[in-house]
């Protein structure tokens, strides 16, 4: 009996989905600049989440899992009325660092734009 209870619970740890060690939140501008490309940019890259017809590589697993934008927390950019523009975010994130992608999305959560304003670690939001 204990080798069996033993064997499922082994069983149970392998077929765990995803990868816990794996996952690190990310904080910083959250951007929508054209159709189909979403992107997260922090103190260390331009991070794509999806690209308009995977033109840079594949969108990330659990890209439905990005927060939506906030209206009240939202610099629209490029085209009046269209909504493309960026916010401030944070999310829990796989990440491919030698490609500056993020692989899978577990979570994230919008932020006041003067929490992203405020940190000096970040870049200039996007235009």
Known sequence: MRRILLSMVGALVVASPGDASAAERRCGWYASPTPGNLWLIDKDATWTITSQGEADGPD???????PDFNPRQFVETNVPGAGYGYGCACMTVETDAGNQRIKRVFAGDILPLSKCRADPSLPPPPD
């Not at 990330?60 to 990005?66: F, I, R, S, T, V």
Request: aromatic residues 0%; neutral net charge; without cysteine.
């Open 60 to 66: 990330a697993a659990g890209a439905d899992k990005a």
